[in-house]
């Protein structure tokens, strides 16, 4: 794995799952680590786990103040963001379009549209500044597939990365690199029960596989596998430390 040495990172939805994975492995690779999320208890405990070099601020992405009250608080603490990760997501749930619940489906691209957007807002002023930077959206295999998940989920997916490539137009002339990483389902808690679930009841301590698990999901479709956190998450790591790892915007 190449080096992150000092390098600065927030991490939204950095609190369990798959921002909670990538903290503890940016930590290992020799970054300094905001974490952020709405459970306070949970990411204080998770900063003081993982030592010295993690920090935890409270932050709802839904709400702007707190997103940029969580890039103020960075600032405070380190003076510079080197790597933004928007990561912080919902449930995927199945509903038929006659059925759709509007409000559901604006909360969705609430957290994983707006959020990341009210965060690029935020950061991009100061990577600028530094002539460096970069951004990584936790999109989803669902963003490009569809029918593999929920309708709120997906279509909140694919607007996450559009918003990508809209925003490589502008941001790689100020030395800012921005990409998504697309995963297929991963075992965390947020997948922890069907896709058909309510995510409100869904696990935050799932049993993660010791392989790969093939997943049938409703409407015939079949994703080949559920996959684990570190290997999903070296992409991350990557295109972080590396200048030229991938074009900006890409998946």
């Given at each position: 794995?190449?080096?992150?040495?000092?390098?600065?990172?927030?991490?939204?939805?950095?609190?369990?799952?798959?921002?909670?994975r990538?903290?503890?492995?940016?930590?290992?690779?020799?970054?300094?680590?905001?974490?952020?999320?709405?459970?306070?208890?949970?990411?204080?405990?998770?900063?003081?786990?993982?030592?010295?070099?993690?920090?935890?601020?409270?932050?709802?992405?839904?709400?702007?103040?707190?997103?940029?009250?969580?890039?103020?608080?960075?600032?405070?603490?380190?003076?510079?963001?080197?790597?933004?990760?928007?990561?912080?997501?919902?449930?995927?749930?199945?509903?038929?379009?006659?059925?759709?619940?509007?409000?559901?489906?604006?909360?969705?691209?609430?957290?994983?549209?707006?959020?990341?957007?009210?965060?690029?807002?935020?950061?991009?002023?100061?990577?600028?500044?530094?002539?460096?930077?970069?951004?990584?959206?936790?999109?989803s295999?669902?963003?490009?597939?569809?029918g593999?998940?929920?309708?709120?989920?997906?279509?909140?997916?694919?607007?996450?990365?559009?918003?990508?490539?809209?925003?490589?137009?502008?941001?790689?002339?100020?030395?800012?690199?921005?990409?998504?990483?697309?995963?297929?389902?991963?075992?965390?808690?947020?997948?922890?029960?069907?896709?058909?679930?309510?995510?409100?009841?869904?696990?935050?301590?799932?049993?993660?596989?010791?392989?790969?698990?093939?997943?049938?999901?409703?409407?015939?479709?079949?994703?080949?596998?559920?996959?684990v956190?570190?290997?999903?998450?070296k992409?991350?790591?990557?295109?972080?430390?590396?200048?030229?790892?991938?074009?900006?915007?890409?998946?």
């Open positions: 794995m190449l080096s992150l040495e000092r390098k600065i990172a927030v991490i939204t939805g950095g609190t369990s799952g798959i921002g909670a990538t903290a503890a492995l940016f930590v290992e690779e020799g970054a300094r680590v905001v974490i952020a999320g709405r459970r306070r208890e949970r990411g204080e405990q998770l900063a003081r786990a993982l030592g010295e070099f993690a920090r935890f601020v409270r932050t709802d992405v839904a709400v702007e103040a707190d997103v940029r009250a969580m890039i103020e608080q960075t600032i405070t603490w380190f003076g510079r963001i080197d790597c933004l990760v928007n990561n912080a997501g919902t449930g995927s749930q199945w509903v038929r379009i006659a059925e759709v619940d509007l409000d559901r489906f604006d909360a969705a691209i609430a957290v994983h549209v707006r959020g990341a957007l009210a965060a690029m807002k935020y950061a991009v002023p100061i990577m600028a500044a530094q002539r460096s930077g970069s951004i990584i959206t936790v999109a295999v669902n963003g490009v597939r569809a593999l998940g929920g309708l709120y989920y997906s279509v909140a997916k694919a607007a996450a990365i559009h918003l990508t490539r809209c925003a490589a137009v502008e941001l790689g002339e100020k030395g800012i690199r921005i990409n998504t990483v697309s995963p297929g389902p991963i075992a965390t808690g947020i997948f922890g029960k069907a896709p058909a679930s309510n995510p409100m009841k869904q696990t935050r301590t799932p049993t993660t596989p010791k392989s790969p698990s093939p997943r049938s999901y409703p409407g015939g479709n079949r994703c080949p596998m559920s996959g956190l570190t290997t999903s998450l992409p991350c790591c990557f295109s972080r430390a590396t200048r030229r790892a991938w074009s900006p915007g890409t998946t």
